[in-house]
């Protein structure tokens, strides 16, 4: 049972952690395309056009977002795995 316990606080942390990551990397440049600059890291969630901003300059994509969260949530799972005492 104390298993259980142990991984179950992992999978907790990682989650949360993940998207803490996720929500970091979404105010870190990541590429700048012609008229937008796109953040987020792996997959650019945010986006804010610079080139005609009138029409909705801010996009979201809570999709990618998602993708992004999840990538997360594995690495920090993988190295709390790897580096915490079993």
């Given at each position: 049972?104390?298993?259980?316990?142990?991984?179950?606080?992992?999978?907790?942390?990682s989650?949360?952690?993940?998207?803490?990551?996720?929500l970091?990397?979404?105010?870190?440049?990541?590429?700048?395309l012609?008229?937008?600059?796109?953040?987020?890291?792996?997959?650019?969630w945010?986006?804010?056009?610079?080139l005609?901003?009138?029409?909705?300059?801010?996009?979201i994509i809570?999709?990618?977002?998602?993708?992004?969260?999840?990538?997360?949530?594995?690495?920090?799972?993988?190295?709390?795995?790897?580096?915490?005492n079993?």
């Open positions: 049972m104390g298993d259980r316990s142990m991984n179950d606080k992992k999978i907790f942390t989650i949360l952690g993940g998207i803490g990551i996720a970091i990397s979404g105010i870190i440049e990541n590429k700048a012609e008229g937008a600059i796109q953040y987020g890291w792996p997959m650019a945010r986006i804010l056009r610079v005609a901003p009138e029409h909705s300059p801010l996009r809570p999709l990618w977002f998602v993708v992004d969260a999840a990538f997360w949530t594995i690495i920090v799972y993988l190295i709390l795995r790897y580096t915490r079993q």
